[in-house]
């Protein structure tokens, strides 16, 4: 079973984002500015740290890529509303 992770964006753009496996980091891929190019780079974007967050009574994988209170990630877990974690992170 894939694990989804809310990443809250620095460019507000808050998404849910999938892998296979659970993991202590993401990778965030830079937003490509040209297709044009020929060659793929597979290190563009940065690392963002993740961490369990407890809300409505599960733990959930949260990406920050900026600042977000709590009260703050819980509105977007409720609002994007992603799988919680079956094991937390720990």
């Known amino acids: 079973m894939n694990t989804q992770y809310l990443l809250l964006a620095s460019d507000g ?8 496996e659970l993991k202590d980091e993401l990778v965030v891929p830079t937003p490509l500015s040209s297709h044009s190019s020929d060659k793929a780079d597979s290190d563009a974007g940065h690392r963002v740290a993740v961490k369990k967050h407890y ?5 959930y994988a949260v990406a920050l890529d900026r ?15 992603p799988a919680p974690l079956e094991q937390p992170i720990s």
């Open 13 to 20: 753009d808050n998404r849910i984002i999938e892998a296979e």
């Open 55 to 59: 809300c409505n009574g599960n733990y």
């Open 67 to 81: 600042h977000a209170a709590s009260n703050e990630i819980d509105d977007i877990i409720d609002l994007l509303q």
